[in-house]
């Protein structure tokens, strides 16, 4: 059977997405969701998502890693879907919508995504790294030479090592640029690899640098391999509040596959 989806992309990082509104996709097929995502036998992708109808809301987003298992929030994934669902003439300019964290609002024009994050009020600054959630855990590193460093091989050692249990986490590695830009390289999991960019690890960096005071105003730009994206919040007393994750979001190309 013939199946329509979209491929689309926010600073590189890559989706198929597919409309279930009729509830017609098996979220239970992992292999298929997989195969989907692989480069070379299927479509291509560092993940999988779905668009559904929500009761209180104008859709649900559901995503999946590229290995075929269904994952916390991805911020380029929610920016990409905003403009999915622009194109299908859910919404016009802004929306509210669910993820798997909650409710998301968000604004588009001509193809620029602007999203507001879940809140974040507790961030761990540890010796060497910091740790905190921004709808997916992120470990954040600083790095010299970022340019040169082994994302793949020092990511999956902290991915798999000791600090975190099996589910793991995403990890980034920062290298300042100035007191507000800073470079970012992102290894994740479910992908197991190095992303071109990671919304909710440029979300994650910029709250960090923002704590370590390497940042010093309130809005932060993120060079990630894929682009530039830019990161807006309030600090308040107990953490993070009114954080916008903002950059392009486009329309690679639409097509049909067999399954």
């Avoid at 009020?121 to 590193?141: C, E, M, R, W, Y």
């Avoid at 902290?158 to 990890?171: K, Q």
């Avoid at 990630?224 to 993070?240: A, D, I, P, R």
Wanted: glycine share 10%.
């Amino acid at each position: 059977m013939t199946h329509t989806f979209y491929k689309y992309q926010g600073t590189g990082n890559d989706f198929v997405f597919i409309d279930n509104r009729q509830e017609q996709f098996n979220k239970n097929n992992t292999k298929l969701i997989a195969h989907l995502c692989d480069r070379r036998f299927g479509i291509g992708a560092d993940g999988l998502i779905l668009l559904e109808n929500d009761t209180t809301t104008d859709f649900k987003m559901v995503y999946f890693n590229a290995d075929g298992n269904e994952s916390t929030m991805c911020g380029n994934g929610g920016r990409c879907i905003v403009a999915f669902a622009e194109k299908l003439n859910i919404i016009n300019g802004k929306t509210t919508f669910n993820a798997i964290d909650g409710l998301h609002e968000a604004t588009i024009n001509d193809g620029f995504v602007k999203l507001k994050m879940q809140d974040v009020d507790t961030i761990k600054v540890n010796k060497d790294h910091t740790f905190l959630n921004t709808g997916s855990p992120h470990h954040v590193a600083l790095v010299n030479n970022i340019k040169q460093f082994d994302v793949k091989t020092e990511g999956a050692a902290i991915r798999y090592g000791d600090l975190y249990d099996a589910a793991g986490t995403n990890v980034n590695f920062v290298e300042p640029l100035d007191n507000n830009t800073f470079a970012v390289r992102t290894y994740e999991r479910g992908v197991e690899d190095e992303t071109l960019s990671c919304g909710t690890g440029v979300t994650a960096v910029a709250l960090a640098m923002h704590t370590l005071k390497k940042a010093n105003t309130q809005e932060v730009s993120l060079n990630v391999e894929g682009g530039t994206l830019k990161v807006s919040f309030e600090k308040t007393t107990n953490g993070y509040k009114n954080i916008w994750l903002q950059g392009p979001a486009t329309l690679v190309f639409k097509g049909e596959i067999e399954w």
